[in-house]
């Protein structure tokens, strides 16, 4: 297998891989599993879930904030919150905006849109994880770990030591996620400060 660094990220080429990540370095840049791989690294960054008979694909693309798959998931995950957090998550609105964020992940199932995350600038050395959803369909899949892993190395890349992100007590299964991915919990930071409602935790790239 060859491979070379393109705006660091790797790039992996072996005729018809069964993991490959291609991309311009001012383009977007997407990764592309399938379910028949072999390597220890394949096998970690693969789901399982799906017999290995049936070629199931994952397909990350990293992109900008007005892709238009990112934005229908985003439109999800709003009502979904919506849904837990009644009108106290309209208190979140101005927090939430697309505008701004530094790099948006969307991962695909087999072509479809499946999941989604993004990366926003807080100082010169934290980005903020941002809008991170997967589609109920593809849930209970790993497919929430594969965007942030993506996403942590992309803001690691890019010389950013710390990745903080907010959370709601509601959401039970996102603070099991992060704590399972090395995040720890500290004190409510900027507009969250104060704010019960909110969880707050921060993990260092480094």
Known sequence: IGSHETDGIRRVHDGLPDLQVIGLADGPTSLFFSESVKTEEQKRL???????????TLHISLTRSADEDFRGLVALLDQDLLARNGDRQAQYAPFNKLEG?????????????????????????TVELKRVFV????RRQGLARKVLEVLEERARRKGYDVMQLETGHRQQEAIRLYLDA????????????????????MKRLH
Not at 135 to 138: G, R
């Open 46 to 56: 693969t789901s399982d879930t799906e017999p290995s008979r049936h070629r199931v």
């Open 101 to 125: 964020l530094l790099d948006v992940a969307v991962a695909y199932r087999n072509e479809l849109p499946a999941a989604c995350g993004a990366i926003k600038e807080l100082d010169p050395q």
């Open 182 to 201: 090395g995040f720890q919990l500290v004190e409510n930071y900027g507009p969250y400060a104060g704010n019960r409602e909110s969880v707050c935790m």
């Open 135 to 138: 589609h109920p369909d593809f």
